[in-house]
């Protein structure tokens, strides 16, 4: 599956970006898709998770309460809505989607799919 991502940019702590990833070449069906982001010289983090049948989500701790993960089935897109930025969310968030468990469904290694990438940027 071919992942596009889109809708970063620039926005002030305290405001809101929605991230789009959209898939081609075969649906999301029977995946779980997912939202990484890495910042400058930090490890890449996963952020939010979704099932793509079942719509189970997973969320990192430091995004919990502010950030939402959704899907569209018409339009094969999954969404993550990001509110209440911080500085500290300053990254580029790459989309991916695979089939891992939920014991795995954090770890970079369970995706093998990966988007391009889009950068976020907060300023204070």
């Known amino acids: 599956v071919q992942l596009q991502a889109s809708g970063g940019g620039l926005v002030q702590a305290g405001g809101s970006l929605r991230l789009s990833c959209a898939a081609s070449g075969r649906p999301f069906s029977g995946y779980t898709a997912a939202w990484f982001r890495q910042a400058p010289g930090k490890e890449r983090e996963f952020v939010a998770g979704?099932?793509?049948?079942?719509?189970?989500?997973y969320y990192g701790d430091s995004v919990k309460g502010r950030f939402s993960i959704s899907r569209d089935f018409a339009k094969n897109t999954v969404y993550l809505q990001m509110n209440s930025l911080k500085p500290e969310d300053t990254a580029v968030y790459y989309c991916?989607?695979?089939?891992?468990?939920?014991?795995?469904?954090?770890?970079?290694?369970?995706?093998?799919?990966w988007g391009q990438g889009t950068q976020v940027t907060v300023s204070s």
């Open positions: 979704i099932r793509w049948s079942g719509g189970n989500t």
């Open positions: 991916a989607a695979g089939t891992p468990i939920a014991s795995t469904v954090r770890l970079e290694a369970s995706f093998g799919s």
